[in-house]
Nanobody, 115 residues
Framework: QVQLVESGGGLVQAGGSLRLSCSAS????????MSWYRQPPGKERELVAF???????DYPSYVKGRFSISRDDAQNTVSLQMNNLKSEDTAVYYC?????????WGQGTQVTVSS
């Protein structure tokens, strides 16, 4: 069982930046790919970024070039740096840890971007 706790959400103006952090209760290396997802109001949950144990990262087109994910395996944390935020980035952001056999979610943190 992995407990994930997100932090860093809040209210920001369009064009601003926020940094989200996720702290895991156990070692995330080498078993877990760490990801951030988000769920905008009234919409489905969607992938925002992931980083593998080997530090391969990928992003969907709607955040590529603006968001950056990183992991610190010594601290068992994963971060999401979000720059040039847009109103459409408003959502609850969730941390996810996934191995070959299981997946765990955090409780989410609200990000609101005002235009």
């Amino acid at each position: 069982q992995v407990q994930l706790v997100e932090s860093g959400g809040g209210l920001v103006q369009a064009g601003g930046s926020l940094r989200l952090s996720c702290s895991a209760s156990t070692n995330i290396y080498p078993y877990y790919t760490m990801s951030w997802y988000r769920q905008p109001p009234g919409k489905e949950r969607e992938l925002v970024a992931f980083v593998t144990a080997g530090r391969t990262t990928d992003y969907p087109s709607y955040v590529k070039g603006r968001f950056s994910i990183s992991r610190d395996d010594a601290q068992n944390t994963v971060s999401l740096q979000m720059n040039n935020l847009k109103s459409e980035d408003t959502a609850v952001y969730y941390c996810n840890a996934k191995s070959s056999t299981s997946a765990f979610w955090g409780q989410g943190t609200q990000v609101t971007v005002s235009s």
